[in-house]
């Protein structure tokens, strides 16, 4: 509230400070030294230094996922934002709301077109959700309230700004005051209420899609209440937290993530369609036709107005907070179904928890290998309290077997398709998350993307746990490209070479020793157990490379 005059630079942190954005990720460069020798000097605030910017970027991903709140993320100019573009992209399309900044050398030098000048609102447009560079001094904290509200407001995601060095350096005495960020936990109206009910309450194969719209609504209760009233499927699109309990015997898994005809083959019978909290559907290579089936009526319920219908028609699409949405609908189904449609939605739900029973019982033995050996260890060594930070990929189906996601915030998968969110996602979790034991997953592949993130966790003293899941290739591709000579009748052959990296070999507990960590190896399975008792007593960052 003081107004004061002092350098812009100096009274931004005040703003950051105001917001709640005490802590600051990035990596320094020349154009940002007057503000970061202020960071330097500045009381209550934190600044967390990573080796390179796309650790930065997924470390302040990994902490606003885990908050539920922003995180403040600084890059450096033109050469800093490249660096960090891919990481970007991927909290884009997670809706994560990061409030990016970057510097450059100044307005005056524009027309110099000089060393390291670039125009950093067009690179980051297509990775935010708003860009902007602020040139007037007059002007700093209020495009930065702006900047935070937007970031904020579902639908949620990154934004950046622009903030040259000569601009910080002039006397600002705009007011320090916290953001607005308008409410939107807006209900649907009870005309529009009921005509989702009447639309779906008919259905005698419905099916209910729901992505983090659901998790960030902390619509997880009235989704489950919804779903068992309509006896319906859940399948889970563009999901990457804990929207409804693994273990509800409703829960049917995700929908595809790279081939469209994998999720019409799942929601291609159903004639009552309930999408929340996404968009349909993600896939890399998606079905371009319809893939509900004719005459099915499809309910879409979103803040995101923009994802309702944007592929697919929909019989009614309500923009509207899923909770009460959700908690609307329930009530009105509660009232509407009639006795039989009630009876037929409980067959549905106890076909589906017998099935469960069933699968339980006929479940395959428990692998011998040394990965299944260590989640079956660490899940009994910590009973399954602690957060997951997924990004092991061809490995995740193993990962969540035994260690299923069953609480929000317990939970973090990754997504927008770009590698290395893992082992900095959990640094960030573990910072935001003190508590609570944090362990990243990721493939050996992907944990090369970001592996200095361990240099920063030890630096700033942050105890994540590492896992690389060690198979010697980018076994995704493997996968993907065995689907792609399926479809065009091409006769298997070897992968391609640049698939493969087991030459040379990559020692990963090594590098872990040479960035200030700890590390161990496991190649058979009765190492397994000792490396989990020891990773959980160490008193720091320790990575387990476990061979698969």
């Known amino acids: 509230m003081n107004s004061e005059a002092t350098p812009g630079r100096e009274r931004l942190i005040e703003q950051f ?25 500045a009381a209550d605030f934190q600044y ?54 970057a510097g450059d050398a100044g307005v005056r030098y524009d027309a ?53 060095m000569d601009v910080l350096d002039e006397l600002n005495s705009e007011p320090v005051l916290p953001a607005t960020v308008p409410l939107t936990d807006v209900a649907p109206s009870p005309a529009s209420v009921g005509r989702a009910a ?10 209910v899609l729901v992505g983090d719209g659901v998790s960030l609504s902390g619509a997880q209760a009235e989704l489950v209440a919804v779903a068992e009233l309509l006896g319906a499927d859940v399948y889970e699109v563009d999901s990457s937290e804990v929207n409804i309990a693994a273990s509800h015997p409703l829960r049917r898994g995700q929908t595809g993530h790279m081939f469209g005809p994998h999720s019409k083959e799942l929601v291609g019978e159903a004639d009552g369609v309930l999408i929340v909290g996404t968009y349909v559907f993600p896939e890399v290579f998606p079905e371009l036709e319809n893939p509900f089936r004719p005459g099915a009526k499809v309910v879409h319920i979103d803040l995101n107005a923009y994802e309702i219908a944007k592929n697919h028609p929909v019989d009614l699409g309500l923009a509207a907070d899923p909770r009460q949405a959700l908690r609307a609908l329930a009530g009105v189904l509660e009232q509407r179904l009639t006795p039989a449609r009630r009876a037929a939605a409980a067959a549905r739900l106890d ?25 079956r260890t660490l899940a009994e060594r910590t009973r399954g309290d602690l957060i997951v930070f997924d990004e092991a990929l061809t490995t995740s189906p193993l990962v969540t077997r035994y260690l299923p996601p069953e609480r929000p915030g317990d939970y973090h998968l990754t997504r927008g398709g770009s590698l290395g969110v893992g082992f900095p996602g959990a640094v960030g979790a573990k910072l935001a998350r003190p508590d609570r034991l944090v362990v990243g997953f990721a493939g050996d592949g992907g944990s090369m993307y970001t592996y200095q993130a361990l240099w920063t966790a030890v630096r700033h003293g942050i105890d994540a746990k590492f896992v690389v899941c060690n198979n010697r290739k ?27 990296l087991s030459r040379p070999e990559i020692d990963f507990a090594g590098l872990a020793r040479a960035l200030g960590a700890d590390g161990t190896r496991v190649e058979k399975p009765d190492e397994a157990a000792a490396a989990v008792d020891r990773m959980l007593a160490h008193p720091g960052p320790f990575l387990v490379d476990v061979q698969i």
């Not at 796309?54 to 539920?68: E, K, L, N, Q, W």
């Open 17 to 41: 400070k105001a917001d709640g954005l005490t802590v600051m990720f990035g990596n320094p460069g020349t154009v940002e030294q007057g503000f970061l020798d202020a960071v330097d000097a």
């Open 48 to 101: 967390v230094l990573a080796l390179q910017e796309t650790v930065a970027a997924g470390i302040a991903d990994g902490y606003a996922r885990a908050t539920g709140g922003a995180a403040l993320l600084q890059l450096h100019s033109g050469v800093g934002l490249g660096n960090g573009i891919g990481m970007l992209y991927q909290s884009l399309r997670g809706h994560t709301p990061l409030v990016v900044v």
């Open 112 to 164: 110099m077109d000089a060393q390291m000048a670039s125009d950093l609102v067009a690179m980051a447009k297509p990775v935010t959700k708003y860009a902007t560079r602020v040139t007037d001094p007059r002007s700093v904290l209020r495009t930065i309230r702006r900047a935070v509200k937007i970031a904020l407001t579902p639908p949620r995601g990154p934004v950046f700004v622009a903030l040259p």
């Open 198 to 207: 009447e639309l779906l309450a008919s259905a005698e194969r419905p099916v």
């Open 351 to 375: 076909v589906r928890t017998r099935e469960r029973a069933r699968a339980a019982r006929q479940a395959a033995p428990d692998e011998d290998t040394p990965m299944a050996v260590f989640l």
């Open 474 to 500: 980018y076994r995704l591709l493997d996968d993907n490209i065995a689907q792609y000579w399926r479809e065009r009748d091409i006769a298997e052959h070897p992968f391609p070479g640049s698939f493969d």
